[in-house]
């Protein structure tokens, strides 16, 4: 399977921590791309960072890429309960024609 | 971003029959993609929706089993036929521009087979 993996599978943490999310994939990239999903629902984009990007910030969220290694967080700082989801990591991979390639997910559960 | 609805959200249905279900976007795109997500699992993608010709499937899909339309750039179809147990899960389907990396997802349709 090419799908990449993600860790921590759950995460618990409480409110005004931080949050950091691992995801490693197998091929070479466009683009990665973080979402999140809400009890099995649509999921929601977070950010996106191409491949000769190294590290981009959105509000709360932080993301890296390091591609030597195949793989990038996501750290949420300062969490809330509203973070509370499940969060997948997915690559557009090189010649893929913008097909996107999920990874395992990783629950977050953010506790008051 | 794109606004994407589905139809129906969700449904519960008997094994042997077939569910349509329908993605509308709200402006033209280039790229129209269909993903499962099976309970409790990640997303795998199913097809690609190509306007004016037949979808591409990946591996482990076929037309027969997962038989979809796109006859413009702002619909999609995707059946699912002859459905059994193992077919309950999320559809998502997902768009994408010419030229623009990100991709956007619809709500979902949330499929129960008896």
């Known amino acids: 399977s090419q799908q990449g993996e993600e860790d921590p599978q759950a995460l618990s943490i409480q409110e005004g921590e931080n949050a950091t999310m691992n995801c490693s994939y197998k091929t070479s990239i466009n683009n990665l791309q973080w979402y999140r999903q809400n009890s099995g629902r649509g999921l929601v984009h977070l950010i996106l960072i191409r491949s000769n990007e190294r590290e981009k910030h959105s509000g709360r969220l932080r993301v890296t890429l390091d591609t030597s290694k195949k793989s990038s967080s996501l750290l949420i700082t300062a969490s809330r309960a509203a973070d509370t989801a499940s969060y997948f990591c997915a690559t557009d991979r090189t010649g893929g024609g913008n097909k996107l390639t999920f990874g395992t997910g990783t629950q977050l559960k953010v506790e008051l | 971003s794109a606004v994407i609805s589905q139809k129906p959200s969700r449904d519960i249905c008997q094994r042997g029959t077939s569910l349509t279900i329908q993605c509308q976007v709200d402006?033209?795109?280039?790229?129209m993609f269909w993903y499962r997500q099976q309970p409790g699992q990640s997303l795998t993608l199913i097809a690609t929706?190509?306007?004016?010709?037949?979808?591409?499937?990946e591996s482990g899909f076929v037309i027969d089993k997962f038989p979809i339309s796109r006859p413009n750039l702002t619909f999609s179809t995707l059946t699912v036929s002859n459905m059994s147990p193992e077919d309950s899960s999320i559809y998502l389907c997902s768009v994408g521009a010419q030229g623009r990396e990100t991709q956007y997802f619809g709500p979902g349709t949330r499929l129960l087979v008896l």
């Open positions: 402006s033209q795109v280039t790229m």
């Open positions: 929706a190509n306007q004016g010709s037949e979808a591409t499937y």
